[in-house]
């Protein structure tokens, strides 16, 4: 019976380390390019694509900036906190 547990024991820590060497094994191999290598671009494609980031820049800049938050109480709170007479008396 004792031994039975430990080879229960020794199984489970093995797939342990199996799985946890395995995961980390795979961050590191080199070789292996899962993104295909892509063709340069063409004159045209570039092109495009400095078109679609100049109108992209230029939507940005007709944006706005962000005003500051209205805040319905900021008049009424005050920023002290001094203890009024009453309280003190």
């Given amino acids: 019976m004792r031994r039975r547990e ?7 820590a093995s797939a342990i380390i199996a799985a ?3 995961a980390a094994s795979a961050q ?5 390019n899962l993104a295909p290598d892509k063709p340069p671009l063409t ?11 100049d109108a ?3 939507t940005i800049e007709k944006v706005p ?3 500051k938050s209205a805040d319905p109480w900021g008049d ?3 920023n002290t906190t001094t203890p009024s007479k009453q309280r003190s008396q």
């Fill in 28 to 32: 590191f191999m080199p070789g292996i």
């Fill in 6 to 12: 430990f080879i229960r024991l020794l199984s489970g």
């Fill in 76 to 78: 009424i709170r005050t």
């Fill in 20 to 22: 946890l060497t395995g």
């Fill in 43 to 53: 004159a045209e494609e570039q092109a495009k694509r400095k078109a679609v980031d």
């Fill in 65 to 67: 900036d962000k005003k």
């Fill in 56 to 58: 992209y820049r230029s």
